[in-house]
């Protein structure tokens, strides 16, 4: 008997230690077929919502996510970039949450078009739902919960991110066609004016997001915008410098940059802190400038620098509008700069225009330097034009552009940095204003 028992007992063992196998997970998405490119459709749509109205379809990359909170019911697609071919981005807007789950990162999606509305906002393309605007205005609306997973269709295919984004310079990534597409910025490090701050303040509150600037070596700006919903969103900002990888958006003029998680934003370097820096911060609005330091001259006509303050951002402008001389031309000369010590310097500033009726030299704002100015007297001393990217009539009126960085590695000792303008009051198709701001210098000890 006592036998018997054991050879149950060691049946059931050996039963117990038999490899089971694994059930395989596999993947029952319906695939589909594109008959149409992102591209295609990007050309057939305009400002205004039109509906689609063929049996098309396409196919295009999650890129966003909102398992961070920074993202709220809006799904950024893309191609996947070529060596000759850089990605096209789309906006979808739907009507759900915690999206993440089934359009992962990298997640191929078919987008079926028909009966969808496509419109271009702001220079990027979406495809929704129509939404009629209390002002009876048609515009992209989120597709709704129902309906949304019959218009994106996931599929079994997944790409790891890093064939989809592209690595730029902020100069690089402020342009439409990089819209609603996945990049990194290199190099980048917070303003000032982030330091010690959290990614979302109460302060900084601008439609339930807090706006900062990223900045790179040579002045380019851009806004990181951070939801108060994001879960890092109470999380400080960092002081180093690094990369920070996200979604290109934009609104109106102002192009946005925002990450999906805090993980996207890795800075561990050392910050590029200037030797020299002016952000007009303490001027008074509408006045004639006066900072210690810096000469405000007039070569010919009247009219002085201005200081302003707009939108809580103070700035130097000379302004011709109201101005009725043949010609103006006035200087606006740094204090003493000392190179003393520093190796490949680097200048950098950021302009705007308003009002201007044509690009010409004859209404336009140059940048000198000088290593023998004396404080007062400007054609005593010896200048050089120094080359700089300046606005235009095509750029955004009052969208302060960068410099790019300008060398300096030539000059030792002290030098002053001039912003010369010229133009005319008289003849009103030469008149219209600069306005300079975040003058910086950088250099290596």
């Known amino acids: 008997m006592k036998k018997l028992v054991l050879f149950f007992i060691s049946l059931l063992l050996s039963g117990c230690n038999a490899e089971v196998e694994s059930p395989k997970l596999a993947c029952t998405q319906p695939d589909f077929t594109a008959n149409k490119t992102v591209e295609n459709i990007y050309e057939l749509s305009g400002t205004t919502a039109k509906q689609y109205v063929y049996d098309d379809i396409i196919e295009a990359y999650v890129v966003s996510s909102d398992e961070g909170g920074n993202f709220f019911k809006s799904i950024s697609l893309q191609t996947l970039p070529t060596a000759v071919t850089p990605s096209i981005g789309l906006s979808v807007p739907v009507d759900a949450s915690n999206t993440y789950i089934d359009y ?8 079926k078009l028909k009966n969808q509305f496509t419109d271009i906002y702001y220079g990027g393309l979406r495809v929704g739902s129509l939404y009629v605007s209390n002002a009876g205005d048609p515009t992209i609306g989120r597709i709704s919960q129902n309906e949304y997973k019959n218009v994106l269709n996931a599929s079994c295919t997944m790409i790891n991110e890093n064939q989809l984004v592209a690595s730029l310079s902020i100069e690089e990534a402020l342009s439409d066609s990089r819209l609603n597409t996945l990049i990194e910025l290199n190099d980048v490090e917070f303003t000032e004016a982030a330091l010690g701050r959290h990614y979302f303040e109460e302060s900084n509150n601008i439609g339930g997001s807090t706006n900062w600037n990223l ?6 700006q851009i806004i990181f915008r951070t939801s108060g919903y ?40 050392k910050r590029s802190t200037p030797f ?11 006045v004639n400038f006066a900072l210690p330091g810096w000469s405000n001259i007039v070569e010919k006509a009247a009219k002085l620098w201005k200081s302003m303050v707009y939108s809580g951002n103070g700035y130097a402008e000379f302004n011709t509008t ?5 010609e103006n031309i006035a200087w606006l000369v740094s204090p003493k700069i000392n190179l003393e010590g ?22 336009t704002l140059e940048i000198y330097v000088s290593d023998n100015f004396d404080g007062s007297n400007i054609k005593k001393a010896k200048w050089t034009k120094l080359e700089a990217k300046v606005p235009t009539l095509s750029t955004p009126a009052r969208q302060f552009i ?16 001039a912003f010369r303008y010229v133009g005319s009051g008289k003849d009103k198709t030469l008149n219209g204003a600069f306005m300079v701001d975040d003058v910086k210098i950088f250099g290596e000890k």
Not at 215 to 220: E, H, I, W
Not at 342 to 363: C, E, G, M, T
Not at 403 to 416: A, T, V
């Open 342 to 363: 520093y190796k490949n310097s680097v200048l950098s500033f950021r302009s705007a225009q308003h009002d201007l009726k044509v690009d010409s030299p004859l209404n």
């Open 215 to 220: 900045r790179d070596k040579t002045g380019n």
């Open 230 to 269: 994001a879960k890092f969103a109470d999380h400080f900002v960092p002081e180093g410098s690094g990369t920070a990888r996200g979604i290109l958006t934009k609104f109106g003029s102002d192009y946005q940059f925002m990450v999906r998680s805090e993980n996207d934003v890795v800075m561990n370097g």
């Open 322 to 326: 109201s101005t009725t001389a043949a």
């Open 104 to 111: 992962r990162v990298g997640n191929k999606v078919y987008v």
């Open 402 to 417: 960068s410099s790019g960085g300008i060398d300096l590695s030539e000059y030792s000792g002290k030098i002053n940095i």
């Open 276 to 286: 020299f820096s002016e952000d007009f911060q303490s001027v008074k609005n509408n």
